[in-house]
């Protein structure tokens, strides 16, 4: 635990990952699990493990700043989020608060008050968002474990960008009881590793049910991590084609192509309307954040990072129709992705249309000669799986002199197992690794 | 992207009276140009013929 300490004590100030780093409290809470296990007790399958949250997460003591000035005003939490609490029952010791962009609403974690987390593999570069100190802090080996949450990508994009694996659970698998909100239709909590063992032992700490979230599912919990090496002789594996395969770089294409490969998965299935799903996701995100800060928009509006304010207000000017719509067309798209997963087990997809662009890039960027925000775009490929709950893990591809790109593994709703199943294999192979930066 | 529905700072200005948000006036270009981009998608969500049956995804249970 000293160790882990002292590593963010030497590397983080080139990266800026922590916005908070617990040592007194890790070293005291390192020696009860040390005394656990000295009298015989079960320390639990996390025994010992630092790890890091988000700071959209409740931590009993601690201010949940959600990576705003205005949040830094609270008064600290009483109680740790229901996520924090499961991976300390499991004997992870939480060493610290990770960045993020203002209120989650971004997917680069360019914060205009705690400053831009670096990516480990290229400290130009962003980490990717709005979970960005959290991935960055794995890829940096700062930590082996960490907790995010992904509204409309924003545990894929960073994990994908940052290297590592990262895993969006169904929603309602995880509770989100003590996180900061962004959008409760599409809000996620879940955790990033740099193995599937420890991704998977994560989850299994994770899983619900949590009567305190009204969205988290009554289901009891599906260990995933006695699945891990069940093979995937059986399972049937397509790519996404159509919108998945569009607008992105050559790279992006060409790391799912070796997934596929790799996986022998040669089909190619079309998810419909995906850009409208895309679309929807977009608008249903704008409304429900608008309301949740109307009232900090209009009393403390120069308090906003300057590039989530003039979003958060154009949010807030949306038609109301354009929400139910949005909803109704939700209800629809989900029955026709359903009947797709009537005949696949898996799909894969790019996380992310091209790798990490550089901190303070222009807004917009050219991609396939078509012109989009350099941002916002990031969320092409994981907005429209979000959309409908989907679980999906983000493997990553590391490659030597190149950037890191991820793959989205996409299965029906609760098949996280399945998901398991495929990254465990493809880390057996050699084909997606996490290896920490330099 | 550039959005194709076109917003202008005084567009912006009578919005945000009517829902009684104030907006800095050198803020208003760059709401101008957020709020094309989501009546871009509001175009693709409304365009799409949907069956009445289909009712919003939120289900409330008493």
Known sequence: MAAALDGIELRDGALNCFTLVRRDAALAEAATIDARIAAGRDPGPLAGVPFAAKNLFDIAGATTVAGSKIHADHAPATRDAFAVAALRQAGAVLVGATNMDEYAYGFSTENAHYGPTRNPHDPTRIAGGSSGGSAAAVAAGLVPLALGTDTNGSIRVPAALCGVFGLKPTFGRVSRAGVVPLASSFDHAGPFARSVADLATAFDALQGPDPTDPVCADRSPEPCAPELYRGIAGLRIAVAGGNFSMLAADESLAAVARVAEALGASASVTLPEVHRARAAATIITAVESANLHLSRLRARAKDFDPMIRSRFQANALIPAAVYAQAQRFRTWYRARVAEVFSDVDVLLAPTTPYPAPPIGAPRTVRVSGVEVLTRGHLGVFTQPLSFIGLPVISVPLVTPGALPLGVQLIAAPFRESTLFRVAAQLEADGVVAAPVAA | ?62
Not at chain 2, 2 to 15: G, Y
């Open chain 2, 1 to 62: 992207m550039s959005a194709a529905s076109r917003v202008t700072e005084a567009d912006v200005e009578r919005l945000a009276a009517l829902v009684g948000l104030p907006i800095d006036p050198d803020d208003r270009a760059a709401v101008a140009a957020a709020l094309a981009g989501l009546l871009d998608a509001a175009t693709l969500v409304m365009e799409f013929p949907l069956p009445e049956d289909i009712h919003p995804a939120p289900v409330f249970r008493p």
